[in-house]
């Protein structure tokens, strides 16, 4: 977790999902989240079905927090990330949540149902190091910084 500067109030603490099964795209992840200009917990989950438990708050995510965010990859073992995004999106109580899509994938139809089933944005990841940093901090000033975002309701 980033650490508020001791001058300034402290600032709510963002919870992030980032739902990923390649240890680089998260490793990746938690280093651009490290220079973060806000106070922010990246949870991770390496499959959709672990995916569904913490949002659900089954055996030992009980006690885990209602996301902010949620960046999802579409290629993820024992269930897809478009089966996650299609559950998140039927719950009530989940619904409010902001899905960024983050994959390889430039398939049309995969943007397409990523939409369908109505994700928030659809970002395609980059190969290059400099740019997955620089999306994943756009992705945060844009979240946290520019849109307003829904209380965690139901918490």
């Given at each position: 977790?980033?650490?508020?500067?001791?001058?300034?109030?402290?600032?709510?603490?963002?919870?992030?999902?980032?739902?990923?099964?390649?240890p680089?795209?998260?490793?990746?992840?938690?280093?651009?989240?490290?220079?973060?200009?806000?106070?922010?917990?990246?949870h991770?989950?390496?499959?959709?079905?672990?995916?569904m438990?913490?949002?659900?708050?089954?055996?030992?995510?009980?006690?885990?927090?209602?996301?902010?965010?949620?960046l999802?990859?579409?290629?993820l073992?024992r269930?897809?990330?478009?089966e996650?995004?299609?559950?998140?999106?039927?719950?009530?109580?989940?619904?409010?949540?902001?899905?960024?899509?983050?994959?390889?994938?430039?398939?049309?139809?995969?943007?397409?149902?990523?939409?369908?089933?109505?994700?928030?944005c659809?970002?395609?990841?980059?190969?290059?190091?400099?740019?997955?940093?620089?999306?994943?901090?756009?992705?945060?000033?844009?979240?946290?910084?520019?849109?307003?975002?829904?209380p965690?309701?139901?918490?």
């Open positions: 977790m980033n650490k508020p500067d001791k001058n300034q109030e402290t600032p709510k603490v963002i919870e992030i999902l980032l739902v990923e099964d390649s680089a795209d998260i490793a990746l992840t938690q280093e651009a989240l490290l220079d973060s200009k806000l106070t922010n917990n990246l991770v989950v390496t499959d959709g079905e672990e995916a438990a913490f949002l659900q708050k089954h055996g030992r995510y009980a006690a885990a927090p209602k996301p902010d965010l949620i999802l990859d579409l290629n073992p269930k897809s990330g478009r996650v995004l299609a559950e998140i999106k039927a719950n009530e109580r989940l619904s409010s949540i902001p899905v960024v899509v983050m994959t390889i994938s430039q398939d049309e139809r995969d943007i397409c149902e990523s939409y369908r089933l109505h994700a928030n659809y970002i395609r990841k980059p190969l290059n190091f400099e740019e997955f940093i620089k999306i994943v901090q756009s992705i945060e000033d844009f979240w946290f910084s520019i849109v307003t975002l829904p965690r309701c139901g918490e």
